[in-house]
């Protein structure tokens, strides 16, 4: 158990909604990461929040957006679903601000299907 | 043309072989290196990290880098079915994490 945990574990939804996904990071963590795993692409790197303020954007798109809270969770949104949103997505977390030789610790992970 | 390949494989090989996983970057300013294993339905996992050149050793785990060619490698000695995984490479150098697509091993008793 890594510490790091994801609401919901699974998903499904129809296109054009919007779900909310949820991560919680291990005590301690000031960083979250937040991941899109496809079959096909492997494992995206979508965006980053260090202490409530966003550090790093990766491949997310305009539908998407996220946000980390005084607390420290994060929340990732998505909306107008595509058929092609279906993915696992994960959260991870690091104790510092993001630097790449820092150790990510993942969440579970939510599984998103859109019908 | 991704900056981190792997070969998604899938790899499958008997108990008790060495396995090679292989990751190939593109980017020079790349200076961490790291692999993560991921069971079936499970999150990713560190397992081994380096950053430098050579190898690094962990019990049955031998990470190694050749920045020169800009290649990196883990072997697993005596495999065993419970390494069956995907095995995820990492490359770092700036705040925009790289991960390869994963190689999936098959070890079979």
């Known amino acids: 158990d890594s510490g790091v945990t994801q609401t919901p574990k699974h998903l499904i939804t129809a296109t054009g909604q919007r779900v909310t996904l949820r991560c919680s990071p291990r005590?301690?963590?000031?960083?979250v990461y937040w991941y899109q795993q496809s079959l096909d692409q492997g494992l995206q790197f979508l965006i980053q929040?260090?202490?409530?303020?966003?550090?790093a954007k990766g491949n997310i798109l305009e539908r998407f957006s996220a946000q980390q809270f005084p607390d420290l969770h994060s929340e990732l949104n998505l909306s107008s679903l595509e058929l092609g949103d279906s993915a696992l997505y994960f959260c991870?977390?690091?104790?510092?601000?993001?630097?790449?030789?820092?150790?990510?610790?993942f969440g579970p992970g939510t599984r998103l299907l859109v019908l | 043309q991704k900056e981190v390949e792997q070969d998604p494989g899938p790899l499958s090989v008997p108990e008790g072989a060495i396995v090679s996983l292989n990751c190939t970057y593109s980017?020079?300013?790349?200076?961490?290196f790291m692999w993560y294993r991921q069971y079936s339905r499970k999150g990713p996992e560190l397992l081994m990290y380096?950053?430098?050149?050579g190898n690094k050793e962990d019990g049955r785990f031998t990470a190694q880098v050749d920045k020169s060619s800009k290649y990196i490698s883990l072997f697993i000695r005596d495999s065993q079915p419970s390494d069956s995984a995907t095995y995820l490479c990492?490359?770092?150098?700036?705040?925009?994490?790289?991960f390869g697509r994963g190689t999936s091993l098959i070890v079979h008793p």
């Open positions: 991870a977390s690091s104790v510092g601000t993001g630097a790449p030789q820092e150790t990510q610790y």
């Open positions: 005590s301690g963590d000031l960083s």
């Open positions: 929040y260090y202490n409530g303020e966003e550090r």
């Open positions: 980017n020079s300013a790349f200076q961490y």
């Open positions: 380096t950053y430098s050149s």
């Open positions: 990492y490359s770092g150098g700036s705040y925009i994490p790289t």
